[in-house]
């Protein structure tokens, strides 16, 4: 069997920008290339903000208008030959991919048609939807060893998984502190259906343990969501790693950059009001 020729080592990833006013009147309304086509309801235009590198592909984050509030983007396209499992709203399961969507929206959000929601934003082809209030232009990243992580992280209402029936959830900050973490991570190596599983097993582990770290008393909120990409096998080869627990070399990998993102997210969302963990 000839093996596949080894993928490009990934490079930097955009760096995080100060956080944007989130209101009327702020920035400015353009089109960039490559940004999301169209904003919601109201047909908002998109504008670039910057753009970097993720696992070799293109990484970049915009801005949009809707409902007259400026909302972040962030919008990964990996190139051709790569697959994920994701538990997102739109391309969750395990399948191919060509981009991924992490969409900010208004606090309270009350759309009933979150799937067509993101797919006005989304690019053709398959790919990966996510929608989160938090502000997504405060993204936090981490490598390690070749595996990248991205996460977006809010916690005004954590929550543990095995939360006693009918118990509400404690709220750490106002309703205007949103809360949702949502995580991509990258492997350059191909992975089988298996590890795949395994890799979102480790990651939401690594989320909670920095969680805890942090002094947050959860294992995240109810509406986080992750996304594992790796690239596809090619013709011939084996289906790829055959682990992804945490102490498999990739999943230990993914872990230890899942854990830095989510650590300084946490960090940086309790930071911006003092709230209390």
Not at 1 to 25: V, Y
Request: proline fraction near 11%; charge should be neutral; charged fraction near 20%.
């Amino acid at each position: 069997m000839t093996p596949s020729p080894p993928h490009p080592a990934p490079e930097a990833l955009l760096a995080p920008r100060p956080p944007e006013p989130a209101g009327p009147g702020s920035g400015r309304d353009g089109a960039g290339p490559g940004a999301p086509r169209r904003g919601g309801r109201d047909g908002a235009r998109a504008e670039a903000a910057g753009r970097g590198r993720l696992a070799g592909g293109s990484f970049e984050l915009s801005h949009r208008r809707e409902d007259g509030v400026r909302l972040a983007s962030l919008l990964w396209r990996p190139g051709p030959g790569w697959r994920a499992i994701s538990s997102a709203m739109v391309g969750g399961g395990i399948g191919p991919v060509e981009w991924v969507l992490n969409a900010q929206v208004p606090g309270g959000y009350a759309r009933m048609d979150p799937v067509d929601h993101l797919r006005e934003m989304a690019p053709a082809g398959p790919g990966v939807g996510m929608l989160t209030a938090a502000a997504v232009d405060r993204f936090t990243r981490a490598a390690d060893g070749g595996a990248e992580a991205v996460a977006t992280v809010g916690l005004r209402v954590p929550t543990w998984a095995a939360a006693p029936e009918g118990v509400p959830d404690p709220e750490l900050a106002p309703l205007y502190r949103p809360g949702t973490i949502n995580i991509i991570v990258a492997v350059p190596v191909p992975v089988s259906d298996a590890a795949l599983v395994n890799l979102v097993m480790t990651v939401t582990e690594a989320k909670t343990q920095a969680l805890v770290e942090e002094g947050f008393g959860c294992t995240g909120t109810a509406s986080d969501a992750v996304c594992v990409a790796a690239p596809e096998a090619g013709p011939g080869d084996a289906p790829g790693e055959l682990f992804g627990g945490p102490r498999s070399v990739w999943g230990a990998r993914a872990a230890r950059a899942v854990h830095r993102a989510v650590r300084q997210g946490a960090r940086d969302w309790a930071g911006r009001d003092g709230s209390a963990t």
